[in-house]
């Protein structure tokens, strides 16, 4: 089966800090894509990283990386100098052919 | 660019009736998707197209339901006759190639009572 596991169901952090969110996925694919996905109470799905499965270099934008181990099937997300626009809930994903297959998502809470 | 359009953004119906939700793809992708989301099974994909043809619908939950793309403009959820556990956020996303990720809708929520 194809899924995708986000163990924290919620998370907080305080504001300028760091926080890391975990995901782990099973895939029997070699070519494939990881995004994170972030969604505010406004429920929008906002794209805010992305990796391809066959490059080694973990993906950055701005305050947001990646831990991208191929092996393990990890894909953590880093978030630097968090702000509170930052609260959110948190999807990782990853493409099975053309589709999207998402975990059950990580509530980040940022405390000022 | 506009984005995804979904329409309506909120919809409240009487078990039992027809819903139609929309959506309006960005222009140039080729392909589109209608997710689910609930508390409990969190997103889910029902259906998706490549090139305004039906691919998947393996996530159809049942008859009930039903998806058209006529044109590549265009694309509209079914449901006929709806339920109370029908209620959830529905979103549609389109995507012009699966590495550049996909943009999705605002989503509608509907509510059947």
């Known amino acids: 089966a194809q899924t995708v596991t986000q163990s924290q169901p919620e998370m907080s952090v305080q504001e300028a800090e760091t926080v890391t969110l975990s995901c782990t996925y099973d895939?029997?694919?070699?070519?494939?894509?990881l995004f994170w996905y972030k969604q505010p109470p406004s429920r929008q799905m906002i794209l805010v990283i992305r990796?391809?499965?066959?490059?080694?270099q973990n993906a950055t934008e701005n305050r947001f990386s990646v831990n991208f181990q191929k092996a393990a099937k990890s894909f953590s997300l880093k978030i630097s100098d968090s702000q509170l626009g930052d609260a959110a809930m948190y999807f990782c994903?990853?493409?099975?052919?053309?589709?999207?297959?998402f975990g059950t998502g990580t509530r980040l809470q940022v405390f000022p | 660019d506009a984005g995804v359009i979904q329409s309506p953004r909120h919809e409240v119906t009487e078990m039992g009736q027809e819903v139609t939700l929309r959506c309006k793809p960005i222009s140039g992708h080729n392909s589109l998707f209608w997710y689910r989301q609930t508390m409990m099974r969190g997103l889910e994909l029902l259906i998706y197209f490549n090139n305004n043809v039906p691919i998947d619908d393996s996530g159809m939950p049942e008859d009930r339901f039903s998806a058209k793309m006529p044109n590549a403009s265009f694309s509209t959820l079914k449901i006929q006759p709806s339920e109370p556990r029908d209620s959830a956020v529905y979103f549609c996303?389109?995507?012009?190639?699966?590495?550049?990720?996909?943009?999705f809708g605002s989503g509608t929520r509907l509510t059947v009572v």
């Open positions: 895939t029997s694919e070699s070519d494939y894509y």
């Open positions: 996303a389109s995507s012009s190639n699966r590495g550049r990720g996909y943009t």
């Open positions: 990796q391809e499965a066959y490059k080694q």
């Open positions: 994903a990853y493409t099975s052919a053309d589709k999207l297959i």
